[in-house]
Structures are given as structure tokens and as C-alpha cells.
């Protein structure tokens, strides 16, 4: 989009946030279902925002993954699939899989939100830009547990649709 832009050019969605500019997210502040407090963004992608949040009731953090407004409401089949995300993560019991919190809507703009377990880690793809090349050993590790997390899913006839160093934390 242009600079200074307001609107989508393309499907005419809202912009609220542009080049990381978070003086002009609402989410940031905002707490959603009195449950969690989101403070701070941590990336986007073409679906929505991740965002670090406030457990309140249990003062831990969370991640709070926000679909993109306008697809929330403009395009069904891929809301059905976040609402489809959401549901095929939380049946996972893996200890390398991503523990989900809550799902819903937001009541201040009707978006849909999921939370999850926080991990404090880097991204593989954060990991393989800095520290290549990686040692045999090492990728065979990461990979064992990955292709384990996975045969779980499968197992349950979930299929990973976004299976990339971006999506693969790794936690000490």
C-alpha cells in the first residue's frame, strides 16, 4: 500500500498497522474477554498478528494469535479453517506441540483470536540465518521431534498446513 494509506486498494479492509507501527494497533492495551491483556506485537503473516499477551488470572504469559479482520468477516472458508486450527491444535497432547489456551471471538470487533502456551524460544528460521550451518547432529534432533509431533497429528488426521522454520520454535 501507499504510503500514508488508509484502505486496502485491493478489498478495501482497514489498515491499522503499518511498517510495525504499533502507536496505531488497537489490539495493543486492549483486553479481550477480561481474560488476557495483549501488549505487544510479535509478527505477522498473511492470516493475522501473533501477539505477546497477560494471562490475568494466572499473571503467565500467552500468545494470542488474531485472524485479520477483514477476513474474518469477508472471506468464510478461511475463517472456518483458523476455527478448524484452533480445534486440531487443542486435541494435540505432544510435549512439543503448542498447548492452546482459549478461542473466540473478540467482543470489541467481533475478530477471532486463538491463545497459546508462550514459548520462549527463536524460530528455526532465526536460528538457521544465525548460526548456519548446523551440525548434523543438532538438525537430526530438531527433526526427530518435529517428525514426532507430527506423526501425532497424522495420527489423528490432522494435516500441519504451514510447516516451516518460521512455525518451529526451539525452547532450551
Same mark, same amino acid.
Given at each position: 500500500?501507499?504510503?500514508? +494509506?488508509?484502505?486496502?486498494?485491493?478489498?478495501?479492509?482497514?489498515?491499522?498497522?503499518? #511498517? !510495525? =507501527?504499533?502507536?496505531?494497533?488497537?489490539?495493543?492495551?486492549?483486553?479481550? *474477554?477480561?481474560?488476557? &491483556?495483549?501488549?505487544? @506485537?510479535?509478527? #505477522? !503473516?498473511? @492470516?493475522? *498478528?501473533?501477539?505477546? +499477551?497477560?494471562? &490475568?488470572?494466572? =499473571?503467565?504469559?500467552? +500468545?494470542?494469535?488474531?485472524?485479520? $479482520?477483514?477476513?474474518?468477516?469477508?472471506?468464510?472458508?478461511?475463517?472456518?479453517?483458523? $476455527?478448524?486450527? +484452533?480445534?486440531?491444535? %487443542?486435541?494435540?497432547?505432544?510435549?512439543?506441540?503448542?498447548?492452546?489456551?482459549?478461542?473466540?471471538?473478540?467482543?470489541?470487533?467481533? %475478530?477471532?483470536?486463538?491463545?497459546? /502456551?508462550? &514459548?520462549?524460544?527463536?524460530?528455526?528460521?532465526?536460528?538457521?540465518?544465525?548460526?548456519?550451518?548446523?551440525?548434523?547432529? *543438532?538438525?537430526?534432533?530438531?527433526?526427530?521431534?518435529?517428525?514426532?509431533?507430527?506423526? /501425532?497429528?497424522?495420527? $489423528? !488426521?490432522?494435516?500441519? *498446513?504451514?510447516?516451516?522454520? /518460521?512455525?518451529?520454535?526451539?525452547?532450551?
Amino acid at each position: 500500500c501507499e504510503e500514508g +494509506a488508509r484502505f486496502c486498494p485491493s478489498c478495501g479492509a482497514s489498515l491499522i498497522n503499518v #511498517e !510495525g =507501527d504499533t502507536d496505531h494497533d488497537p489490539y495493543i492495551g486492549m483486553k479481550i *474477554r477480561n481474560s488476557f &491483556l495483549i501488549e505487544s @506485537m510479535l509478527g #505477522e !503473516g498473511g @492470516m493475522g *498478528r501473533v501477539y505477546q +499477551a497477560t494471562q &490475568l488470572s494466572l =499473571d503467565k504469559p500467552v +500468545a494470542v494469535k488474531i485472524l485479520h $479482520k477483514h477476513l474474518t468477516f469477508q472471506d468464510k472458508r478461511v475463517a472456518s479453517r483458523f $476455527k478448524q486450527e +484452533a480445534k486440531s491444535a %487443542s486435541m494435540l497432547e505432544h510435549p512439543n506441540s503448542i498447548q492452546i489456551i482459549d478461542f473466540g471471538q473478540i467482543e470489541q470487533d467481533g %475478530s477471532l483470536f486463538i491463545a497459546m /502456551e508462550f &514459548l520462549p524460544g527463536k524460530p528455526l528460521s532465526d536460528v538457521i540465518e544465525s548460526e548456519f550451518p548446523l551440525s548434523a547432529r *543438532r538438525v537430526t534432533h530438531i527433526m526427530s521431534q518435529t517428525c514426532s509431533v507430527l506423526a /501425532e497429528a497424522h495420527d $489423528k !488426521g490432522i494435516i500441519h *498446513r504451514a510447516l516451516k522454520p /518460521e512455525n518451529i520454535v526451539l525452547v532450551d
